[in-house]
T-cell receptor
Framework: NAGVMQNPRHLVRRRGQEARLRCSPMKGHSHVYWYRQLPEEGLKFMVYLQKENIIDESGMPKERFSAEFPKEGPSILRIQQVVRGDSAAYFCASSAGPGSTYEQYFGPGTRLTVT | GENVEQHPSTLSVQEGDSAVIKCTYS??????FPWYKQELGKRPQLIID?????GEKKDQRIAVTLNKTAKHFSLHITETQPEDSAVYFC???????????FGSGTRLQVQP
């Protein structure tokens, strides 16, 4: 029973480059959430997606960040023109559909370092 | 928006003692309250959760209590073991929205 999968686990980008983070939800889960964790801090909600739909992006920075969850394939969080302040651990979580439980299960995270 | 406060930020106990971590929240619409354990460099792991229609839930050495009127909930770990050492995060959810709002975390150290 595969859990939530994320890749890459570690990503190094120079300032100005693009970062693409991938998340495959747990089998049977159709809801995906992205959270960001700065060093020594809690997790901050970024965006909530279902297949082909962004449901809530209230935590996403207005510029340079975008997310998608296509009909086929993983969810992708894209950060354009990265800056040093984007260095953080990015966690994806998934949950089952509406009308079921609310538990969110997290992937191992992608640790982004911007040099 | 929702505001979650978590205390204490660090907690050191002797093996076998109990540990209690408390969280308060601001949005009365919140109705789902999970707790996560995160070891260094690892993913947050769901350890227990409670819904707003329940006052207490227990799973072996772990229990969570909820006071919805006062808007606070607590994690209780009994008979602590060194492997309980980790950072613990409380979280709250308005299930109409489904995004989790996390507390700032409690670093628990269990001394052997």
């Amino acid at each position: 029973n595969a859990g939530v999968m994320q890749n890459p686990r570690h990503l190094v980008r120079r300032r100005g480059q693009e970062a693409r983070l991938r998340c495959s939800p747990m089998k049977g889960h159709s809801h995906v959430y992205w959270y960001r964790q700065l060093p020594e801090e809690g997790l901050k909600f970024m965006v909530y997606l279902q297949k082909e739909n962004i449901i809530d992006e209230s935590g996403m920075p207005k510029e340079r960040f975008s997310a998608e969850f296509p009909k086929e394939g993983p969810s992708i969080l894209r950060i354009q023109q990265v800056v040093r302040g984007d260095s953080a651990a990015y966690f994806c979580a998934s949950s089952a559909g509406p009308g079921s439980t609310y538990e969110q299960y997290f992937g191992p995270g992608t640790r982004l370092t911007v040099t | 928006g929702e505001n979650v406060e978590q205390h204490p930020s660090t907690l050191s106990v002797q093996e076998g003692d109990s540990a209690v971590i408390k969280c308060t929240y601001s949005d009365s619409a919140s109705n789902y309250f999970p707790w996560y354990k995160q070891e260094l460099g690892k993913r947050p792991q769901l350890i227990i959760d409670i819904r707003s229609n329940v006052g207490e839930k227990k799973d072996q050495r772990i229990a969570v209590t909820l006071n919805k009127t006062a808007k606070h909930f607590s994690l209780h770990i009994t008979e602590t073991q060194p492997e309980d050492s980790a950072v613990y995060f409380c979280a709250v959810m308005d299930t109409g929205r489904r995004a989790l709002t996390f507390g700032s975390g409690t670093r628990l150290q269990v001394q052997p």
